[in-house]
């Protein structure tokens, strides 16, 4: 597949008379795709059943027939005013019990009964309308599940939905008191109807009941995607997608997925080095106008997964944006950098957000490819010579790597739940992990942990899965050569209980978890011959053999028959070597990479990728800053 570039675009926000302009525009720049119409509701339906679609429909004619392929958002994400007066419980409620008002986006209940079927009529009018308009080639639903801490509400309609769910997944109250262990605190229910949100208790609620809840909150995103997507799949063949957010765990992204054909997601690399990344000073001033080289791989490559192969990037970061604590711009080279590495890891269509800069609402400051002046910013020469770049390039195919990270939200919500330590994080825990691999320059697959079609690989990793199951521990030893569970993995059951008969998936190893301990940040655990254990630790006993051992003499990973454990949550020193080990026992050759140097194989191609700002060194090839260097396979690969 040929990957292609597109743009966000806003019609409603300027005079119609600039449109076709901007439409010629965009093609001569080398665009081939257009979003449109995710926030525009209050101008479709400026008044309950007063639709105006006219401008919508030039709008799409304009763009289409300049020759770009349009993709249509349903404006889910932005009910506008006069749906409050219609529905005044539709809002959510944060965990204080406070209303989230209108006045921003986002502001919907994901239970809401009476919301949910407004969006989805408002779908069906489009679908109805655009459905087989030859210019509407993708349809995007909502925008951003989850994004501004959306997805968990503790509304009547969440509390009512709650009891209703946990009825269904517990049969009788008895059931759900023994699998939570309500006896515990004298917690224990009557009725499913006594059941509150784990909210406003006095202290810790019990995780048990704040893991259901959890459960409850994802299944309402899905459950409010689908109603969407079940009123458009009649009514277009287009395919149907989503954009995820980075660093967004607060829903089972694969489970959103499955309902839809591709999986897109918004990368900003400058705005979540600063936003949402734990590092030291030192690698953010680092990476400060280029992003962490790791953060956009990593939702590459998960969301190739959530998209069964098939992803975008829908909104690539063109320049400052306007939302995080402070607001660098791009060095030069960077905006191209992105787009091309998005490529390398499989991106059919890298969009960027947006067009031109509006002069106006909160994301004013916000950079486009314009100015709101409509003179070009620094990102459309970038936009234009990653076009240049991509028709030299022709077709890149992805192939399977040889190694995969299982993936696992709930693992999230449960040590969300309880954390236990304050520096343990599963995001931090599987990033840390995905970091190593690609230090030492693989090509990296992630895959749901619920996933049965995992196979073929070499080596997968699984750290801080919540809940192992004997099927899981038979799928990954059958689906690779060796796998490395740890730490915290297997903890808890599915009702957030200490297993009654140790850590299932260490059955075969003979190995156990005697007892956790958890650390301050400025201590850590050493491990003979170097590295060490941060965070976590599980002490471990048994007879399987002890691979590394703590300066203390206890284990730090035990392993046998294609099945190792790590005791504690490695520091980069330790993960280096435990990657170094587990690639001397599976034959996997690792090409050791400087920091901020990044490869990507593809079939045809080698992506080297440099996200530093200085020129990098690398088996005798001397590749820019901020550049990227792509190799034909054909040719021999140096090193
Ligand atoms: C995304 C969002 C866009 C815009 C953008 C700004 O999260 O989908 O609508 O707000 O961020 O960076």
Redesign the pocket.
């Known amino acids: 597949m040929t990957p292609e570039l597109g743009v966000?675009y806003y019609p409603e926000h300027w005079p119609e008379a600039m449109w076709a302009e901007d439409a010629d525009l965009m093609v001569k720049s080398g665009l081939s795709w257009v979003r449109i119409g995710?926030?525009a509701w209050s101008r479709l339906e400026p008044a309950p059943s007063a639709l105006l679609f006219d401008w919508l429909d030039r709008a799409i004619e304009t763009l289409g027939a300049a020759g770009l392929k349009v993709v249509l958002g349903t404006p889910t994400a932005t009910p506008p005013r006069w749906m409050l007066d219609k529905h005044p419980e539709m809002l959510a409620v944060d965990a204080q019990g406070q209303p989230r008002k209108f006045g921003s986006?986002r502001h919907y209940c994901f239970s809401h009964q009476g919301y949910i079927a407004e969006s989805a009529r408002i779908a069906r009018i489009m679908g109805e309308r655009y459905g087989r308009n030859p210019h509407v080639a993708a349809w995007q639903i909502d925008?951003?599940y989850g994004?501004h801490d959306t997805t968990v509400s503790y509304s009547q309609s969440a509390l009512h939905a709650f009891q209703h769910w946990l009825a269904v997944q517990y049969g009788t109250v008895e059931a759900l008191n023994a699998a939570w262990g309500n006896v515990f605190w004298s917690m224990e229910y009557g009725s499913f109807d006594q059941i509150d949100l784990p909210n406003l208790t006095v202290t810790e609620p019990n995780p048990a009941h704040v893991l259901a809840f959890r459960r409850f909150s994802s299944d309402q995103v899905v459950a409010f995607n689908r109603a969407q997507v079940d009123v458009l799949r009649p009514l277009t063949d287009a395919p149907l997608l989503h954009?995820y957010?980075g660093r967004v765990l607060d829903f089972d992204h694969f489970e959103v997925g499955a309902d839809l054909d591709i999986a897109t997601w918004?990368s900003?690399p400058i705005?979540f080095l600063s936003d949402r990344l734990e590092a030291d000073e030192a690698h953010k001033t680092a990476f400060l106008q280029q992003g962490d080289p790791d953060m956009q791989a990593f939702h590459h490559d998960l969301y190739r997964a959530v998209g069964r192969g098939r992803w975008w990037v829908m909104?690539q970061?063109p320049g400052p944006?306007?939302?995080a604590p402070y607001n660098p711009a791009p060095l030069p080279g960077m905006v191209r950098l992105w787009s091309l590495e998005a490529v390398a890891h499989g991106a059919e269509v890298v969009s960027y957000?947006?067009w031109r800069q509006a002069p106006f609402g909160?994301?004013q400051m916000?950079a486009g490819l314009f100015t709101p002046a409509n003179i070009p910013a620094p990102a459309l020469a970038e936009a234009r010579e990653t076009a240049h770049d991509l028709a030299e390039l022709g077709a890149v195919t992805q192939q399977q790597a040889q190694v995969a990270i299982l993936f696992d939200y709930a693992s999230d919500w449960a040590w969300t739940a309880q954390p236990q330590g304050a520096g343990f994080n599963y995001f931090r825990l599987v990033f840390s992990a995905y970091r190593a691999l690609r230090r030492a320059g693989l090509s990296v697959d992630f895959a749901s942990a619920t996933d049965n079609a995992v196979a073929g690989y070499k080596l997968i990793l699984a750290p801080g899965l919540a809940t192992l199951d004997g099927d899981l521990e038979r799928r990954l030893t059958e689906g690779c050569d060796l796998a490395i569970l740890g730490p915290r993995s297997g903890a808890i059951t599915h009702d957030f209980q200490i297993p009654a008969t140790g850590r299932p998936g260490l059955s075969e190893l003979d190995c156990d978890v005697d007892l956790v301990e958890t650390l301050p940040p400025n201590v850590q655990r050493n491990v003979d011959g170097g590295g060490a254990a941060h965070h976590w630790i599980d002490r471990l006993s048994g007879t399987a053999p002890d691979l590394l051992t703590f300066t203390d003499g206890t284990p730090a990973l035990k392993g046998a028959n294609g099945l190792w454990y790590l005791a504690g949550f490695p520091d980069e020193a330790l993960w280096d070597r435990v990657i170094a080990m587990a690639a001397q026992e599976v034959g996997l050759n690792l090409h050791p990479l400087p920091a901020g140097l990044r490869r990507r194989e593809t079939e045809q191609h080698v992506f080297l990728i440099n996200y530093n700002a200085i020129p990098v060194t690398w088996n005798g090839q001397e590749i820019d800053a901020c550049d990227v260097v792509i190799a034909k396979k054909d040719a021999p690969e140096e090193g």
Request: glycine share 4%.
């Open positions: 966000c995710e926030f986006r925008n951003e994004c954009n957010m918004d900003y705005g909104e970061q944006v306007n939302w957000f947006r909160q994301e916000h």
